[in-house]
């Protein structure tokens, strides 16, 4: 609805409707952040990754620490309590209850993943960031931005008055961020330039293993692909801005388990590979199917689709990343809203045909999530495959027009497998 409204007020005028209520949120919790060390981490994809992998680290160094993300939030002391957070960045005064919270309750610091959306509607005005960190910065919600610089520029606010900037040199974003960032500035990254990087990696789709000179520790990890290499290294270079030890931050990269539907495994027996991941940007899904086509042994199945009202152009990139990487694509409904279903779909297919697609063949069309995901377990997967649904993985709800209908994915999951000898739903024709 929000959106919807917006398209009528200045912006000007609805900056200052975001700024005045930030400021209100503020005064209103008495400025907790003040008190406490704030790690702010931005970036399209990835966020939720390395937040959770310096959460874990911080708690091996027993350090009193908060986290909030996109998959919950989690005070210190109070690991089970449920905040009702609906997105990544809350609204302003969330936030400030939030960060009181966790003030009260003992902590000292807190890991916050911070949108390009919440940075640019100033949600986390007085976080007092005291660190920023940057996965990456694509092509994305430039539907709500309006271009990639500005998009760019948004996302840089979070480093206006940071001590320490935290910058990926393996992104195309590094030049422009390096003039914008305050502080200290330390690069991590894949390129051996960078200050933080990794050598001797090893993949597997459980997990990779590599070598971190910066803490000189080989570590293994649950988490898999260059892109969490990435991650890990952006949570290492926090951890050392933190002044952590060595030995508690490899420590951290070994405890640490993947935030819920980060390429999370489901396992019932099954004589093929099922994981439920989040992927649901060009990037994110590129990357992801990428990495899985690497370690394949036989092939690899993929269930996903692109939201209506978001970024339209780029269905036909992951469309395209689908007929690249794997071997067969179920196109479904992921979040349609108002727009045409059919149509959305028939976006993800042109890219999948620019790869060599072929419909009833290597790639299928079921516009019903439940029946894809059940049409890609219980028809297409063989004996040593890997099937992957990716885009909503620990979302609750799908929207469908204006209304927001119970979503699991994992119960989905659960109930294709279970049953693997029943009737298999069949595919849309064209």
Not at 79 to 92: A, D, I
Not at 108 to 127: F, K, N, P, Y
Request: charged share 20%; aromatic share 8%; glycine share 8%.
């Amino acid at each position: 609805m929000l959106r919807r409204i917006k398209r009528f007020i200045p912006k000007p005028v609805f900056g200052l409707y975001h700024w005045l209520r930030a400021v209100l949120a503020v005064l209103a919790y008495g400025y907790p952040a003040r008190h406490l060390n704030v790690i702010g981490i931005t970036g399209t994809d990835g966020k939720t990754t390395t937040a959770h992998l310096l959460y874990s680290i911080l708690r091996q160094a027993k350090r009193r620490a908060s986290l909030i993300s996109t998959t919950g939030a989690v005070i210190y002391g109070r690991e089970n309590v449920p905040l009702g957070l609906h997105v990544t960045t809350p609204n302003p005064f969330e936030l400030q209850r939030f960060l009181k919270t966790a003030r009260q309750a003992g902590s000292d610091t807190i890991v916050l993943e911070a949108t390009s959306h919440g940075l640019a509607q100033h949600r986390v005005m007085g976080s007092n960031f005291r660190i920023g960190v940057v996965t990456n910065i694509t092509d994305e919600h430039l539907d709500y931005h309006g271009s990639y610089d500005q998009y760019l520029a948004d996302k840089a606010r979070l480093f206006r008055r940071v001590r320490t900037s935290i910058l990926n040199l393996d992104d195309r974003s590094y030049p422009r961020l390096r003039e914008m960032a305050s502080g200290k500035q330390v690069t991590y990254g894949l390129d051996p330039a960078a200050q933080i990087t990794a050598t001797e990696i090893r993949h597997t789709p459980g997990g990779s293993t590599l070598t971190v000179p910066a803490i000189d520790r080989r570590v293994r990890t649950r988490f898999a692909g260059d892109y969490n290499v990435q991650n890990i290294l952006a949570a290492v270079a926090a951890a050392l801005a933190l002044g952590i030890d060595p030995g508690h931050i490899a420590a951290g990269l070994e405890a640490a388990v993947p935030p819920p539907g980060r390429l999370e495994k489901i396992e019932r027996g099954q004589p093929f590979s099922v994981y439920v991941d989040f992927a649901h940007t060009a990037h994110g899904l590129d990357s992801l199917l990428k990495m899985l086509h690497g370690v394949k042994e036989k092939r690899l199945i993929v269930v996903f689709g692109c939201a209506g009202e978001r970024d339209p152009f780029k269905r036909f990139p992951m469309g395209a990343s689908a007929g690249k990487y794997a071997d067969l694509t179920v196109i479904t409904a992921e979040d349609p809203r108002t727009e045409d279903l059919d149509a959305i779909i028939d976006q993800v297919a042109e890219g999948v045909e620019s790869e060599g697609g072929v419909f009833g063949e290597s790639y299928f069309r079921v516009p019903d999530r439940s029946e894809a995901i059940a049409f890609a377990i219980q028809k297409l997967a063989q004996p040593g495959d890997i099937v992957v649904t990716t885009g909503k993985a620990h979302e609750r709800s799908m929207c469908f027009g204006t209304v927001e209908h119970p979503w699991d994915e994992f119960a989905a999951v659960e109930a294709a497998l279970a049953g693997l000898s029943q009737a298999e739903p069949a595919a849309q024709q064209p």
